[in-house]
């Protein structure tokens, strides 16, 4: 061998040398992330310990190329790569490294089981090795990420008490703390997660360790555990969040005092905070509550005047629901006021409880005028109120404005669903009163149908002072009229519909049925509004109104348990069976009775939040939701039958 070729053998040793040394130190900066499906946290890896002189001359190829292939993410390329080394030498520095990359590749893979038998493979050399201490991290990981916590944790806890780069010290502290969530110990993982960020970790490790802490913090610690950390950490970070914490902690507990002392601290400390606008919020909540009285309740009713008789019967309904008889938890108070049935009256009473008496909501007023201005009124104080009026716009005039009471829609709906889904009825006629009412029944019953898939082949009005409806029972069935058109009658109506709405009272429903058999208008369904649902209806003969359908809000034979126990507890407290009125007016006292109990429920508007919110409560008008304000109920369904009317739905 000459000279030449001995230089040149050298010279191409120390280019791959150095090629390997510029490899290795690329590597030693090098950041892999990776989460894993247990949940193990980014981590940074690859921090090499082998010297470039440990590495056998003829494996130092191999070494520098796997080294380079697991640096470009070439995880397949680089582990064969390793497995060669293994092949080609049985022991040494490097096999160790490469057992040890082998278990990091297959981890990075989600092959944990084959990266623990790869990761065994490295046995300790001497007292703080750094090749067994790296397998033994990587084992750690690997072993948390098959759910063996136990043996991760024991791992762990030994390597922290050996010599570590500050990387491998927040990787271990981190998934100390990650196992020890798993063990439902909140406030010990918060501790290894505080231990964590004492090691400087960078910005994006930072913020995932934060992220936990800040979780742990606000979420799964006791009020003592709160209050540990308080005295552990009471400057610095993370103050603000145990601050927080400790107040929101305090103000579950009903500890209003410490609420107040932590809300304070916070408040005046961290301004720049992100629950700083939480915290101003709660501090608005207390200065809400210091003007109001949770446990009040008011209620208008007109005491005196023309309507005197309506209101005293209504205020039987607010007193049974609110406890009189049957005391409720807490010390629920009800200031009554009389609207005298007069507009500007009603609006000076809401004042009056709002600022006087600092009421929490207000049952009333009725009557369509008298409601009004007392609606107007409350929502500009920002007082909920449950009116009882008919007024269908009443709820438009604000979200403070709610009503409880029977109507129009509510009946027509009702009533449509159930011949159409329950009776398989398709096609309607309608015979109606031209009055307001009548009018707004045709019409709202026409749309229903209409919108139910259903038709109506024929409507006509009539006057309300009429007793003969011949001409209007003819037009309907188009008996006046010959196959031409032309108005002449012909012996046989022509019944092209399977059911008959008449929306009128039963005095006059109870004129028109018996006209429709003498006009030969049979087979056919009759149906009806509330107005039907009157005590003279089992008092005559009623024979033709036999099979009648209608609806109504309360019936007092009703099957429900709730409702005859409402009119059994009536008739204890008053010696007389409860009207729809009453039955509506006790419905809607109890619903804000209900509500205020409710430990949550502190200031106004969480009241109308409560209310905005309520879903089928069992009312004994019906399973009532509010939806804008107005309340939405399941009406019974009642057919007259033999002098009686039952209950069908």
């Not at 072993?143 to 916590?149: D, I, K, P, T, V």
Request: aromatic content about 10%; some cysteine.
């Amino acid at each position: 061998m000459d000279a030449n070729d001995e230089t040149g053998k050298i010279g191409r040793g120390m280019s791959k040398m150095i090629r390997g040394t510029r490899l290795l130190l690329f590597a030693a900066a090098l950041v892999f992330v990776t989460v894993n499906c247990a949940g193990i946290r980014t981590l940074i890896t690859g921090e090499p310990h082998l010297r470039l002189d440990e590495v056998p001359r003829e494996v130092r190829d191999i070494y520098s190329n796997a080294e380079k292939s697991f640096e470009n993410r070439e995880l397949e390329k680089a582990f064969a790569q390793y497995g060669q080394i293994i092949d080609y030498i049985s022991q040494g520095p490097v096999v160790l490294w490469s057992h040890t990359r082998r278990g990091e590749i297959l981890a990075l893979k989600g092959d944990y089981e084959g990266s623990v038998r790869e990761l065994r493979m490295v046995k300790q050399r001497f007292d703080d090795d750094p090749f067994y201490a790296e397998a033994q991290y990587h084992l750690a990981r690997s072993y948390s990420a098959l759910g063996q916590y136990s043996q991760s944790k024991k791992i762990a806890e030994v390597l922290l008490h050996q010599k570590l780069s500050s990387n491998r010290r927040i990787g271990l502290l981190t998934l100390l703390g990650d196992i020890l969530l798993t063990e439902n110990r909140p406030y010990d993982a918060f501790l290894r997660y505080m231990e964590a960020l004492k090691e400087k970790p960078d910005k994006a490790m930072a913020e995932q360790i934060k992220s936990s802490v800040e979780d742990i913090v606000s979420r799964r610690l006791s009020l003592e555990e709160q209050t540990a950390a308080w005295d552990s950490y009471g400057s610095g970070y993370p103050v603000g969040y145990i601050l927080y914490a400790l107040m929101q902690s305090y103000y579950a507990t009903g500890d209003v005092v410490n609420t107040k002392k932590y809300l304070k601290e916070y408040m005046t400390r961290f301004k720049d905070h992100p629950n700083y606008d939480d915290a101003r919020a709660l501090q608005d909540r207390f200065s809400a509550m210091e003007v109001v009285d949770r446990y009040a309740l008011g209620c208008i009713l007109p005491l005196s005047g023309q309507f005197a008789h309506f209101g005293s019967m209504a205020l039987d309904s607010v007193a049974l629901a609110a406890g009189v008889f049957d005391p409720l938890p807490g010390p629920l108070r009800i200031i009554v006021e009389d609207s005298r049935s007069d507009p500007e009256t009603a609006r000076e009473r809401v004042v009056t409880l709002f600022s006087e008496h600092k009421v929490i909501g207000i049952i009333g007023p009725m009557g369509s005028m008298v409601a009004t201005e007392a609606a107007r009124e409350a929502q500009k104080l920002g007082v909920p109120i449950m009116t009882m009026t008919q007024l269908d716009e009443i709820t438009t005039i604000g979200d403070y404005v709610f009503r409880n009471f029977l109507t129009a829609k509510m009946q027509i709906k009702t009533l449509v669903r159930y011949a159409v889904e329950n009776l398989g009825m398709k096609s309607f006629a309608i015979l109606y009163p031209e009055d307001s009412y009548g009018v707004r029944m045709m019409n709202l019953f026409w749309d229903e149908v209409i919108a139910a898939g259903g038709e109506i082949r024929g409507a006509e009005g009539y006057d309300k002072k009429k007793t003969d409806f011949s001409d209007e029972i003819k037009l309907l069935t188009g008996s006046a009229f010959n196959d031409d058109g032309d108005r002449k009658e012909v012996p046989q109506p022509v019944i092209d519909f399977d059911a008959l709405f008449i929306p009128d009272s039963y005095a006059r429903v109870s004129m028109i049925a018996p006209q429709l058999a003498f006009y030969d208008v049979t087979g056919i369904q009759l149906l009806g509004t509330n107005a039907l649902n009157s005590p003279d209806l089992m008092k005559g003969e009623n024979e033709y109104l036999y099979g009648t359908i209608f609806v109504d809000g309360f019936f007092l034979n009703s099957y429900y348990p709730a409702v005859r126990n409402f009119v059994d507890r009536f008739y204890v407290a008053y010696g007389r069976e409860p009207t729809d009125v009453d039955a509506l007016v006790y419905d809607a006292a109890r619903v804000m009775v209900t509500c205020m109990t409710d430990s949550r429920i502190e200031v106004r508007n969480d009241l109308k939040e409560a209310l905005e919110q309520l879903r089928n409560y069992p009312g004994v008008t019906g399973m009532t939701s509010f939806t804008d304000g107005d309340a939405e109920k399941s009406l019974s369904v009642l057919m007259i039958r033999n002098n009686d009317i039952i209950q069908v739905k």
